[in-house]
């Protein structure tokens, strides 16, 4: 079993829709959970973190964590085609020797129909 | 924010040869820097930590003498892929913490696409 655990997709919406992207985890000592969006052949793009569980929105963004289902999730509000990409889930442990070692999904491929 | 910067973008070399990239905190000192490495229609996996002045540290199954890594100065680390082979090939893209996060937050660069031949 992979220590996060991501549906590639690919998913196809509609432009307007609302986006529902989510991770699953097993390790119990990740603090950490990012989101990146990846265009192709580029590198990633921070788009959110949050440490521990909670909500955070940032624009269209609003990122969810529950850390007793070990279960985060990106909602993509208001979708347009400029969104479309790969959208990565990554999280790691607090510090120490994990310190910038952070554990990826394998990305889910949204596209945005006009 | 804090800005990574790769060099070069694309290399297509052929196998036998030594291929170098360059990944360069363009706005800030990065005295640890990360690489990892993503193959087609995969994840990314670290690689190595890149430390400014010592040796760096490798994952499980990483060959430090295949991927040498050099970390010369406070902005600048190199990967070098010595003797490049077919299984090589693969996106290279650096990373660094991101400034004021207090966190495992990375950064990353543009990547660079190696293809050997």
């Known amino acids: 079993q992979k220590e996060v655990e991501q549906d590639p997709g690919p998913l196809s919406v509609p432009e307007g829709a609302i986006v ?11 603090q950490y959970f990012m989101w990146y969006r990846q265009y192709s052949r580029k590198g990633p793009e921070l788009l959110m973190y949050t440490y521990s569980s909670g909500n955070k929105e940032d624009g269209r963004f609003t990122a969810q964590v529950d850390k007793s289902s070990k279960y985060i999730s990106l909602f993509i509000r208001d979708s347009q085609p400029s969104d479309s990409a790969t959208y ?18 394998q990305g889910t491929i949204l596209t945005v129909h006009p | 924010g804090a800005v ?35 193959f087609p229609k995969q ?26 890594i050099n970390h010369a100065s406070l902005t600048l680390s190199t990967l070098t892929v010595t003797s490049a082979h077919p299984e090589d090939s693969s996106f290279y893209i650096c990373s660094a ?3 004021g996060s207090g966190a495992n937050v990375l950064t990353f660069g543009a990547g660079s696409r190696l293809t050997v031949l």
């Open chain 1, 20 to 30: 529902s992207l989510n991770c699953t985890y097993s390790n119990s000592a990740f």
């Open chain 1, 88 to 105: 990565l889930c990554a999280m790691s442990n607090a510090g120490g020797t994990s310190y910038g070692k952070l554990t990826f999904g």
């Open chain 2, 4 to 38: 990574v910067s790769q060099h070069p973008s694309r290399v297509i070399c052929k196998s036998g040869t030594s291929v170098k990239i360059e990944c360069r905190s363009l706005d800030f000192q990065a005295t640890t820097m990360f690489w990892y490495r993503q």
């Open chain 2, 43 to 68: 994840s990314l996996m670290l690689m190595a930590t890149s430390n400014e002045g010592s040796k760096a540290t490798y994952e499980q199954g990483v060959e430090k003498d295949k991927f040498l």
């Open chain 2, 97 to 99: 913490r991101l400034q």
